[in-house]
């Protein structure tokens, strides 16, 4: 069939974006989390970034899931999709120190990073470049989160 030929690389590239998609849900909500229950003498300061760093991370995700249909395949469909695929891990946990917050998401940014270069190679070797194109900006906002948050904590 001819929609056999025009999907060959198609899964990867639409797997590695809901991956992407997945992560950056939690890594959003995560950072959010942080936004309202972070405490101590950098509150204003710390509550500040995460809220910029949150609205940043989210304004990815439509273009991302809109990248998957793009690809012809089906994007993540709700909070239970998001749960199965994500691999960013969620911080139930109570009374997080300001610094254990800062590294957490300096590490958790770092994944991301490392799920837009597994996006970048897809999209290479499948010929997408709109795909491609996109990441290019994604990955120097994540660098520049990262940047950030170690410049925070005195890397
Ligand atoms: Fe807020």
Redesign the pocket.
């Known amino acids: 069939m001819s929609e056999k030929t025009t999907q060959k690389n198609q899964p990867a590239v639409a797997d590695a974006l809901n991956a992407l998609l997945a992560d950056s849900f939690a890594l959003y909500l995560k950072t ?1 989390n942080y ?2 229950h972070v405490q101590g003498p950098h509150f204003r300061e710390l ?1 500040l970034l995460f ?1 910029e760093q949150a609205t940043q991370i989210f304004a990815t995700t439509d273009p991302i899931a809109e990248r998957v249909r793009k690809n012809g395949a089906p994007a993540l469909r709700s909070i239970g999709d998001i749960g199965r695929r994500q691999s960013i891990r969620d911080d139930d946990a109570a009374g997080s120190d300001a610094e254990a917050m800062i590294r957490t998401l300096a590490a958790d940014n770092r994944t991301l990073l490392g799920q837009l270069k597994e996006v970048k190679a897809a999209a290479e070797a499948d010929g997408d470049i709109a795909t491609s194109g996109l990441v290019d900006g994604w990955a120097d906002e994540t660098q520049q989160r990262i940047w950030f948050l170690e410049a925070t904590l005195g890397y």
Do not use: Q, V
Request: net charge neutral; glycine share 0%.
């Open positions: 959010k936004h309202w509550h809220d």
